[in-house]
């Protein structure tokens, strides 16, 4: 069965710091990957998706996530953090020819003006 | 265009009893996923519905069932309520069955007392 881990359960960071949150996911097949985040009341939105093609993906409002096959990883950044990027962000992967959705426990990030 | 509409967005019920949701997905999308998400347990996948069959089912007790109609829309139904269903049910929507992305809903955050 698919799982994916995201090992940073609440992350703390001040505005401007560099953003990057992890999550390894074990299948052995063809991968897609997303993450989601989740802002306080709202729901869930998509940041970026990778279904194949050029491992670094770029996302909404400065996110990107590169694809690391050999490391089951798909790891999330953003060079520098808002106060608005306070949310819950999750990993995601879709089991092969369906959309039942393995996400991962989720991160939280708080940001400090 | 409208996004993925759930009714009602709160719910309180007491133990016993039986409830059904309701969600609308975005006008094309013939695909509904449902998933519970709750702080100790994240979220987890219910039900993924396709033209209007189930095609995959989550670990959840019989209790939980869910259809989805002709024009897409999707009703969850969950009998005699236990406290540990209070969660918010979400319910997503894309177009395919895979290789898009989801669409997510609001929520419903069902209490149960």
């Known amino acids: 069965a698919q799982s994916v881990s995201q090992h940073n359960h609440h992350v703390i960071l001040s505005e401007a710091a560099s953003l990057e949150l992890g999550c390894n996911y074990s299948y052995g097949g063809t991968v897609n990957l997303f993450w989601y985040v989740q802002y306080p009341g709202q729901h869930l939105q998509l940041l970026l998706k990778y279904f194949s093609g050029d491992p670094l993906v770029k996302g909404i409002k400065g996110f990107e996530a590169e694809f690391i096959k050999s490391k089951f990883s798909f790891n999330l950044r953003k060079p520098s953090v808002q106060w608005s990027d306070t949310a819950e962000y999750f990993c995601a992967v879709p089991r092969a020819g369906s959309y039942q959705l393995t996400f991962g426990k989720g991160t939280k990030l708080s940001v400090i003006p | 265009k409208a996004g993925v509409t759930q009714t009602p967005r709160y719910l309180i019920k007491t133990r016993g009893q039986q409830v059904t949701l309701s969600c609308s997905p975005i006008?094309?999308?013939?695909?509904v996923s449902w998933y519970q998400q709750t702080p100790g347990q994240g979220l987890q996948f219910l039900f993924e519905y396709f033209s209007e069959t189930q095609r995959n089912k989550g670990n959840f007790p019989g209790r939980f069932s869910g259809r989805q109609f002709s024009n897409s829309r999707s009703e969850m139904n969950v009998s005699t309520l236990e406290l540990g269903d209070s969660a918010l049910y979400l319910c997503?929507?894309?177009?395919?069955?895979?290789?898009?992305?989801?669409?997510f809903g609001q929520g419903t955050r069902l209490t149960v007392v």
């Open positions: 997503a929507s894309s177009f395919r069955q895979s290789n898009t992305e989801a669409f």
């Open positions: 006008s094309g999308h013939r695909s």
